[in-house]
């Protein structure tokens, strides 16, 4: 089974500024024959379901604002905030696809500083 | 626009069973899978396995396997997670969620299942 980590467990930012999230997969989910990253990243909210932010490690989902960014290849990824808002605090956890069993990363609190 | 709707909370003794459904409304139901994830309180998010509807194929968590049944019904476009031999481990919020190429694009709400004696 692939593991996921992230780092750090939580963070917080002041508005405006920029937030990273690390997520480290245990083994390659890049596929090789499509050159595809099998990993999301997803925000939630309490009391809410997750929402999809982004797919193939980089695609921001429609409707996502421009200032969340996914990037990293193979078994290292990163999302950033470029600009933290009030609306953005939450728990972000990342997910490979590559393999079953699907599994989430422990999640990562961001908060307003 | 696909929307899921799941039934309601349950209260279940240890040792016996439950079943959710994810009722789908919008989009094709057969033209994507049907993962479920579970939330136990304060803590992560967990897989446990999903189903092609077009296929009634569903794939398990091995932490599952032998106590999850996935299964869908084409004809009313719901898909079902039924646990059995629970205990109280399996107090979580269990989701599912319609996913294409393994991202999972839509969520239903969320069915609080509550095993206590």
């Known amino acids: 089974d692939i593991v996921m980590t992230q780092s750090p467990d939580s963070l917080a930012v002041s508005l405006g500024e920029r937030a990273t999230i690390n997520c480290k997969s245990s083994q390659s989910v890049l596929y090789s024959s499509n050159n595809k990253n099998y990993l999301a990243w997803y925000q939630q909210k309490p009391g809410q379901p997750p929402k999809l932010l982004i797919y193939w490690a980089s695609t921001r989902e429609s409707g996502v604002p421009d200032r969340f960014s996914g990037s990293g290849s193979g078994t290292d990824f990163t999302l950033t905030i470029s600009s933290l808002q009030a609306e953005d605090v939450a728990v972000y956890y990342c997910?490979?696809?590559?393999?079953?069993?699907?599994?989430f990363g422990p999640g990562t609190k961001v908060d307003i500083k | 626009q696909v929307q899921l709707v799941q039934s309601g909370a349950e209260v279940k003794k240890p040792g016996s069973s439950v079943k959710v459904s994810c009722k789908a409304s919008?989009?094709?139901?057969?033209?994507?899978?049907i993962s479920w994830v579970r939330q136990a309180p304060g803590q992560g998010l967990e897989w446990m396995g999903r189903?092609?509807?077009?296929?009634?194929?569903?794939n398990y968590a091995q932490k599952f396997q032998g106590r999850v049944t996935i299964t869908a019904d084409k004809s009313t476009s719901t898909a079902y997670m039924e646990l059995s031999s629970l205990r109280s481990e399996d107090t979580a919020v269990y989701y599912c969620?319609?996913?294409?190429?393994?991202?999972?694009?839509?969520w239903g709400q969320g069915t609080l299942v509550t095993v206590s004696s």
């Open positions: 997910q490979q696809y590559y393999s079953t069993p699907e599994s």
């Open positions: 919008g989009g094709t139901f057969s033209s994507y899978t």
């Open positions: 189903i092609i509807p077009i296929l009634g194929i569903a």
């Open positions: 969620a319609s996913c294409s190429s393994g991202s999972c694009y839509f």
